[in-house]
């Protein structure tokens, strides 16, 4: 007969030898917690399922991919607290504001818990380290090569359809956009015109520069709206095949465009190898590996990135959609 303390006693010993076996089966697993802006947006789906490639690769990862059903900074809060009550040893995150999720990351990072932030980033006292898509001058580059595919012998006039004069990113591409031109000399950028990243107005541009020059081979957008309302005003204008769209869009908008021959190409962020380098970047943190300013890490199939002071690096280039693949990925985002 057991005596009822030598029950008890044999019940610790078993919970003790299971949690011994637990935290050994659960040891060697690294676990990251992907934070997109909210649920439900395939641009972040996409993320998830190249971040779940690198981990499927490494084989003892496990990404737990969350985020709040709203795009604010509360909502990831929360967010973030759960995954530090989950003892996660990454946190990896799209941030729907810079400063406000600092001091919850902050405490992950007292927790022992890796942060990094990637494609709209955290203030750099809240990470260790940034995956940024591209960089401004990648994105110009690109878009100048983009006009010159879509120009005849890589020559003729072109013009650019941005969002706001104020846009900083904008603005900044198309500084790129100038400062690369030298490498095309074919292409003769003629005006750079503002559709506020509204359709209408960017329509409305478009239809103008069409009027004003009449030998237009390019338009540039590199506004996901932009370039959707300029690629329609040129198919209403019944320009089609004498004038050229290109710049930086969504594959689900961009689709008929190509097909319709308005568009050859264009580009934006691939999502999937964006997850599978935030993946690469997390598990090397995970191990304590030297990732932070000024370090250069590698990002598997992707090659590496190198990181700035700040701890800033980017992916690489813009993904270049065109009639072979843009079908394929317009079913994702």
Same mark, same amino acid.
């Given at each position: ?11 610790? !010993? ?43 690769? &490494? ?42 999720? *600092? ?26 380290? &940034? ?14 090569? !983009? ?50 990243? !509204? ?57 008929? &465009? ?15 190898? !964006? ?7 997390? *598990?090397?943190?995970? &191990? ?46």
């Amino acid at each position: 007969m057991f005596t009822k303390a030598l029950l008890n006693t044999l019940i610790a !010993l078993t919970l003790l030898l299971t949690t011994a076996c637990s935290s050994r089966e659960s040891a060697g697993t690294i676990r990251i917690g992907v934070v997109a802006k909210s649920l439900g947006n395939g641009f972040f789906d996409a993320v998830h399922k190249g971040a779940d490639e690198a981990a499927q690769a &490494h084989g003892n990862v496990k990404i737990i991919f969350t985020g709040p059903t709203a795009t604010t900074a509360e909502g990831q809060i929360e967010v973030i607290n759960a995954l530090i009550a989950q003892h996660v040893d990454v946190i990896a995150i799209s941030a729907n504001d810079s400063d406000a999720l *600092v001091p919850a990351l902050k405490k992950a990072l007292k927790r022992g818990i890796k942060v990094m932030s990637f494609d709209s980033a955290v203030a750099k006292e809240g990470r260790i380290v &940034h995956l940024s898509p591209s960089s401004d001058a990648l994105v110009g580059r690109t878009c100048d090569r !983009l006009a010159a595919s879509a120009a005849p012998a890589a020559r003729g006039k072109f013009a650019i359809v941005s969002a706001t004069p104020t846009s900083t990113n904008q603005n900044a591409w198309i500084a790129e956009m100038k400062n690369a031109l030298p490498e095309f000399p074919g292409l003769e950028l003629v005006a750079v015109v503002y559709g506020d990243d !509204l359709a209408d107005k960017s329509y409305r541009e478009t239809a103008a520069l069409l009027k004003q020059y009449p030998d237009l081979a390019v338009i540039v957008s590199p506004s996901s709206v932009g370039i959707v309302a300029a690629a329609k005003a040129v198919e209403d204008q019944g320009a089609t095949g004498r004038v050229f769209v290109t710049g930086l869009g969504l594959p689900s908008e961009m689709a008929g &465009h190509v097909h319709q021959g308005t568009v050859k190409s264009f580009a934006i962020w691939n999502p999937i190898d !964006l997850g599978y380098a935030v993946t690469q970047i997390a *598990v090397q943190l995970a &191990h304590g590996d030297p990732v932070g300013p000024n370090t250069t890490v590698s990002i598997g199939r992707l090659g590496n990135v190198t990181f700035d002071a700040d701890g800033s690096g980017p992916m690489g280039e813009p993904f270049v959609y065109d009639k072979s693949n843009v079908d394929q990925f317009s079913q994702i985002f």
